[in-house]
Each structure stands twice: as C-alpha cells, then as structure tokens.
C-alpha cells in the first residue's frame, strides 16, 4: 500500500471477553494482549508507520477496575519492559510514556524510566504509551500549565494548548484502531484525533493481527481525508 498513516492511535480492547471465551482469567487475557502488542509494533514498523500510540491504562481504570486486577495490570507491564527492552532495541523502537505517571508503583516506575532511558536513541519507530491518561485531564492539565505562566487569554490559541498537551511536537494521529467491537474513544486523544480516521472492528486485541491490521490499512487508503473542509485523499 502506498499510503500509510505516519501515526496509528490504538484502542486495545477485548482482552477480558477473549479469556472468558476460553475458560481463561482476565489476566491471561491481559497476557496475551502484552504479547500481542510487540507483534503489532514490529509489524506498523515494517509497513512505515512512524509513531504508534496505544492506550495501555485510563484514569477510568483506577476507579473501575478491582485492586487485583489494577496489580495484575501493572505486573504485566512490569514484565513486559523487563522481557521486552532487549528486543525492543534491536528492533529500533522508542518508547515514551505519557500521562499521570506519579499514581504508578515507585517499582514500576523505576522499570519504566529504566527502558525509556534504554531506548533514547531509537528512530526506526516511536511507540507511546498512554499510562493513567485521560483526554479531558490533558487538556485540563495543560491549561493549568498555560495559567501557571501567567499568560492571558488574549493570548491562548490552539497552538499554544497543543504545546502544553502530554503529545507536544508530535503529529496527530491519521488513524485511529479500536479492537473488541465497541464503537466510541473512552476519553482517548479527544482533542488529537479531531480529523484523524477512525476504524473500529470486533477483533478482539489479542487476535488483532497483521491481517487485521492490513485491513485497517486498506481501508485508511480508501479513505478521503477532510481537514477542516479540505478534502486529502490518502
């Protein structure tokens, strides 16, 4: 395919009703979603996809989701950068967390600043994650950071709020994935995806594959873009 989104933001849901279909708990479900995601970064890499930004845990998830499970989640990560970084390095990916990272384990934040550090120097291809992260909270946050500076109102304009948004200097996402079969962003990169195209499909995130991610591709390129009226066709 000839054209191809520089950046791709994924929705990986699915991982709990893909375990309870096998007889499985949630956290193998969560293990098997882990996994999965090195697949798809590899397989975006190869295809030329620039930047891919995955949203791993909501501020939501603090408040939904049991205590067993919140450490089961976090225990995956943990593992996962452990497992993971070598591979990761080899294979060029720069990784950049990005959210409230202060609520996390002072452990899984040592693993977390450990890997980043790891791979700075990365180019081939740029995975952020999106830990304890909410749209609205974002924006929020940044207006705190632009009122903290004393700057007026006179002066706020988009490129300013965007500058102070956790995603500053990066290109908005071109497309959206969601897996698992539910159709709406959950609070995920609200003010970013405001032209981005959106593709939801029932694939559950641990089956999501190259095929599945093909899919999305193709239908990314058949697409007509229209931002802010002008139409770009992809």
Known sequence: ?????????????????????????????????AENLSKII??????GVKTVTIYAFSTENFQKR????????????????QRKSKEMKDRGVFL???GDLSKLPERLQHKINHTVEILKDNERIKCN???NYGGRPEIVNAFKEIVKKGIVAD????????QH????????????????????????LIWQLSYSELYFTDTYW??????ELDKALAEYARRERRLGGNVVTT
Not at 42 to 47: D, G, P, S, V
């Open 129 to 131: 994650v999106l830990m």
């Open 96 to 98: 950049a967390f990005l």
């Open 66 to 81: 049991s205590r067993k499970e919140i450490a089961t989640l976090f225990g995956l990560l943990g593992v996962w950068l």
């Open 155 to 162: 002066e706020i304009n988009e490129e300013l709020i965007e």
């Open 1 to 33: 395919m000839s054209h191809i989104p520089k950046h791709i933001g994924i929705i990986m849901d699915g991982n709990r009703r893909w375990a309870k279909e096998r007889g499985l708990s949630s956290g193998d479900g969560h293990a098997a979603g």
């Open 42 to 47: 590899e397989a975006c890499a190869k295809r």
């Open 165 to 188: 948004l956790y995603t500053k200097g990066q290109c908005d996402p071109d497309l959206m994935i969601r897996t698992g079969g539910e159709m709406r962003l959950s609070n995920f």
């Open 206 to 211: 641990p089956d999501f594959n190259e095929v």
